[in-house]
Each structure stands twice: as structure tokens, then as C-alpha cells.
């Protein structure tokens, strides 16, 4: 990575700037219990959790004959807002946020998340001062985000050589792929290191790193 090169960085949201993976393990292990379907810990779920998200479901063992993908999404996510209010920014995440936008880089948001809550979720964090633009889903589904991204290049209108995707699932680095933008992924969120470095983007260890890269004084 070139930090140099780069004027524009595009920032996954939930697992990468949220710490949230382990509200989506206890909320699904609730509905889990009420199917009397085995139950989660937060290592298996980083090795199944995927996009698009009834393909997870279906692994956990979901029988959407029995009830609608629809229905049993929507409950999770019903669930989910009623609690999100306890999930807290990554320990680094207003740090680097703060050093990377003096060192002159602009800031987006691209996310799964929908629309709405996901702006919500940033003034509530005190950190959407920091992002141009904060572009997610505008269901709760969460089906994929490569069209929203494609929306968030038109209107950027930048060379795509300098944008810098930074995530935390396979699913991000199929993103920027499909994009053509550069990726970095941290395995600080809903995707294991064991599956991240499958991936042909490099994947660094922590958002300490990460800042250490962006906002060195030779930045």
C-alpha cells in the first residue's frame, strides 16, 4: 500500500469502524433458541457469516419453506435496532478518523446497513462529521452493496486509482474488485483472518496498523 496515492478512503461501516459482531451472534442465538437450531459463538460466526445473508441463514439452519427469508430477516433486524444503542465504535476507530482526515484524505461511508439507521448510527457515535458522503442499503436485507458503491463512485467522480476500501469481509473485497478499487481488509469484525487472507487484497491486523500507514509523517 501507497498511502500517497491515495485523496479518497471508503470505509465499510459495521465490523470495520462498528464493533458490533457480537451483537449479531447473541440476538441471532436468541432467534436460534426459539427454532431449537444449535447455537452460535463468535468464532463460528466470523467462519460462516456471508453475503448475501439468507445463504448464512441457510447454513444456521433456517427452513425458509417453514417461514420467509422476509420475515425471518426482518425479525433479526427488528431485534438488532433494539439493542444497537449498546454497540460502541472500535477502540481506534475516532483516532484514526480524526488523524486521517488532517492528513487531508476525504471520507465515506459505503455499508450494508440501512440507509437510514446508518446515519442515525453516526451522529449517535459523534463521528458523521467525519464522512462526505455515508451511503447503505435502503432495505434491511442486506443482499449486497456493489450497486450503492457504483452510485457512491458516479458521485464522487474521482480517479478510481485513488480510492482506498477498507473492510472487514470477503464480501468488501468483492466490492472494490468489482469497483476496480484498491482494498484493505481487517479482520477485526465479522470475518475471520483465516478467511480474509484467501482474499488478493492485503489484509493488515488492526486499525492501530492501519493508522500507523495513513497518517505517518511521511504520509
Not at 462498528?18 to 444449535?38: F, I, K, Q, T, Y
Not at 448475501?52 to 425471518?72: H, I, M, R, T
Not at 475516532?94 to 440501512?114: D, M, N, P, V, Y
Not at 469497483?179 to 493488515?204: A, Q, W, Y
Amino acid at each position: 500500500m501507497e498511502p500517497s496515492k491515495y485523496t479518497h478512503i471508503i470505509w465499510d461501516w459495521n465490523g470495520t469502524l462498528l464493533d458490533d459482531a457480537w451483537l449479531c451472534v447473541e440476538v441471532m442465538n436468541d432467534m436460534l433458541r426459539l427454532r431449537n437450531l444449535p447455537l452460535l459463538n463468535l468464532e463460528r460466526y466470523r467462519d460462516i457469516f456471508d453475503f448475501p445473508v439468507v445463504d448464512y441463514y441457510k447454513k444456521l439452519g433456517f427452513d425458509f419453506e417453514e417461514e420467509p427469508f422476509e420475515v425471518v430477516g426482518m425479525d433479526f433486524m427488528i431485534r438488532y435496532n433494539e439493542r444497537q444503542g449498546e454497540c460502541k465504535l472500535h477502540d481506534e476507530a475516532t483516532q484514526i478518523l480524526e488523524c486521517i482526515g488532517r492528513k487531508g484524505f476525504h471520507q465515506c461511508i459505503l455499508s450494508a446497513r440501512e440507509q437510514n439507521e446508518l446515519r442515525k448510527e453516526t451522529v449517535d457515535l459523534g463521528v458523521a462529521g467525519f464522512f462526505e458522503k455515508v451511503d447503505g442499503l435502503d432495505d434491511h436485507y442486506a443482499h449486497g452493496k456493489t450497486d450503492v458503491g457504483i452510485r457512491l463512485l458516479q458521485e464522487l467522480g474521482v480517479d478510481k486509482t485513488k480510492i482506498l476500501f477498507i473492510g472487514d469481509t470477503l464480501h468488501d473485497a468483492e466490492v472494490a474488485k468489482e469497483l476496480g478499487i484498491d482494498c484493505i481488509l481487517i479482520p477485526n469484525g465479522h470475518h475471520s483472518k483465516e478467511r480474509l487472507v484467501t482474499s488478493e487484497f492485503p489484509m493488515i491486523r488492526s486499525l492501530n496498523e492501519l493508522s500507523a500507514r495513513l497518517c505517518s509523517p511521511t504520509t
